[in-house]
C-alpha cells in the first residue's frame, strides 16, 4: 500500500522554465511534508518542507503547495537550472510520532540546456 | 548543520561474510537515528529506527537478526549486514534529525553493498 505516491516517473523541463513535480498522499493523518532530493549514490538532500497548517511555502526558486482536501502537494522550481537535473522525492510524516517518513517513489526530473 | 556523515560509501563482499555500516550525526546529537534501503529505481523504505541506548525498532518484513543494528552513543549509529547474501545487494542510507518538531531529517551519503 503506497500511501505517498509520485504519478510521474520524469519529467524534462526546458532551462529557464518551471518544473512542477507532483505528489499525491492517501493519509489523511500526515502532517509534515517534505521535498528532497538526490543525486545517483548520494543520500537525499533536503529541499524544502511545509506543515499542515500552511498551504504554501517558499524559499528561494523553490516553492511547495499542500492541498489538504486533496491530498496533493506540488514542488515548484522556477526558473529552472541544469544543476536542477536529479530525483525529486516527497516524503510525508506525522509529527506527533517518531519522524517515520514515508517517500514516493520518486520522480526523475532533466533540465534541458 | 546537522551533517550526517556514513562510512563506507562502497563495500564488495563475499556471500555469507558480514558488512557492518557506520552513521555518525557530527555537529549535532542524534537520539533517534533511521536506516532506509533503496532499490534501484524504487523509493526509499524504512527499515528500522534506532534508538540510542534500547533496541532499535524495526519495519515489518525485516529481519532483525540479519540487519542488526546498533545505537551505542548520542552521535553513532550502526548496521551489520549479517551472512550477506546477493539479494542484500543495496543502497543503505541513514538519516537523523535535531529532535525537534517540523525539523527536517538529514540524510547520510549512503553506502553501496555488493554481495558476490
Known amino acids: 500500500d503506497q500511501q505517498v505516491k509520485q504519478n510521474s516517473p520524469s519529467l524534462s523541463v526546458q532551462e529557464g522554465r518551471i518544473s512542477i513535480l507532483n505528489c499525491d498522499y492517501t493519509?489523511?493523518?500526515?502532517?509534515?511534508f517534505l521535498w528532497y532530493k538526490k543525486y545517483p549514490a548520494e543520500g537525499p538532500t533536503f529541499l524544502i518542507s511545509?506543515?499542515?497548517?500552511?498551504d504554501k511555502n517558499e524559499d528561494g526558486r523553490f516553492t511547495v503547495f499542500l492541498n489538504k482536501s486533496a491530498k496533493h502537494l506540488s514542488l515548484h522550481i522556477v526558473p529552472s537550472q541544469p544543476g536542477d537535473s536529479a530525483v525529486y522525492f516527497c516524503a510525508a510524516s506525522f509529527t506527533s510520532g517518531t519522524y517515520k517518513y514515508i517517500f514516493g517513489t520518486g520522480t526523475r526530473l532533466k533540465v534541458l540546456a | 548543520g546537522a551533517v550526517v556523515s556514513q562510512h563506507p560509501s562502497r563495500v564488495i563482499c563475499k556471500s555469507g561474510t558480514s558488512v557492518k555500516i557506520e552513521c555518525r550525526s557530527l555537529?549535532?546529537?542524534?537520539?533517534?537515528m533511521f536506516w532506509y534501503r533503496q532499490f534501484p529505481k524504487k523509493s526509499l523504505m524504512l527499515m528500522a529506527t534506532?534508538?540510542?541506548?534500547?533496541?532499535?525498532?524495526?519495519e515489518q518484513g525485516v529481519e532483525k537478526d540479519k540487519f542488526l543494528i546498533n545505537h551505542a552513543s548520542l552521535t553513532l549509529s550502526t548496521l551489520t549486514v549479517t551472512s550477506a547474501h546477493p539479494e542484500d545487494s543495496s543502497f543503505y542510507i541513514c538519516?537523523?534529525?535535531?529532535?525537534?518538531?517540523?525539523?527536517?531529517?538529514?540524510f547520510g551519503n549512503g553506502t553501496r553493498l555488493t554481495v558476490t
Open positions: 555537529d549535532f546529537q542524534a537520539t533517534t
Open positions: 493519509n489523511s493523518m500526515f502532517d509534515y
Open positions: 534506532s534508538n540510542e541506548g534500547s533496541k532499535a525498532t524495526y
Open positions: 538519516s537523523a534529525g535535531l529532535g525537534q518538531i517540523n525539523s527536517p531529517l538529514h
Open positions: 511545509i506543515s499542515s497548517i500552511k
